[in-house]
Nanobody
C-alpha cells in the first residue's frame, strides 16, 4: 500500500488549499481513510475521517471549513480546506485502515484509533 499526498503549500489567512492523497494497492472506495495533522512538539490531531460506512466526522476546529471526500475514479482521498487560519499550519498526513470503521467520536482520537498505512505528509503553512 502506498499513499502519496500532494497539494500543500503556503497560503494567506482566509485562503484555500486542496490536499490529495493518491492510493495504490488500496481501494479508496470501500475503506476507512482520514487526515491527521501534526505540529512539531505536539501530539497528532485527527482532522477528518471518511468512514467505511460513508459517514464523515470533523474536528471541531475545522468543522464548516474543511471537507473530506473520495474521488473514486482517481482512487484518491481529498481534503478541501477553506478559510484557513494560522492555527491550521501543520504537516498533514493521509492515513488508511484495513479494517471496517465507523465515524464515531473516537475515530478522530489518534490515541485510540489506529491506521495501518500512512503517507509521507504534506506541509500546510498559513500566514497572517
Amino acid at each position: 500500500v502506498q499513499l502519496v499526498e500532494s497539494g500543500g503549500g503556503s497560503v494567506q489567512t482566509g485562503g484555500s488549499l486542496r490536499l490529495s492523497c493518491a492510493a495504490s494497492g488500496y481501494l479508496v472506495s470501500d475503506n476507512c481513510m482520514g487526515w491527521v495533522r501534526q505540529v512539531p512538539g505536539k501530539e497528532r490531531e485527527g482532522v477528518a475521517i471518511k468512514a467505511s460506512d460513508g459517514t464523515t466526522r470533523y474536528a471541531e476546529s475545522v468543522k464548516g471549513r474543511f471537507t473530506i471526500s473520495k474521488d473514486i475514479t482517481e482512487n484518491t482521498l481529498v481534503l478541501r480546506m477553506n478559510l484557513l487560519k494560522p492555527e491550521d499550519t501543520a504537516m498533514y498526513y493521509c492515513a488508511a485502515r484495513n479494517s471496517y470503521c465507523r465515524g464515531g467520536p473516537s475515530s478522530l482520537d489518534p490515541r485510540v484509533f489506529f491506521y495501518e498505512h500512512w503517507g509521507q505528509g504534506t506541509q500546510v503553512t498559513v500566514f497572517s
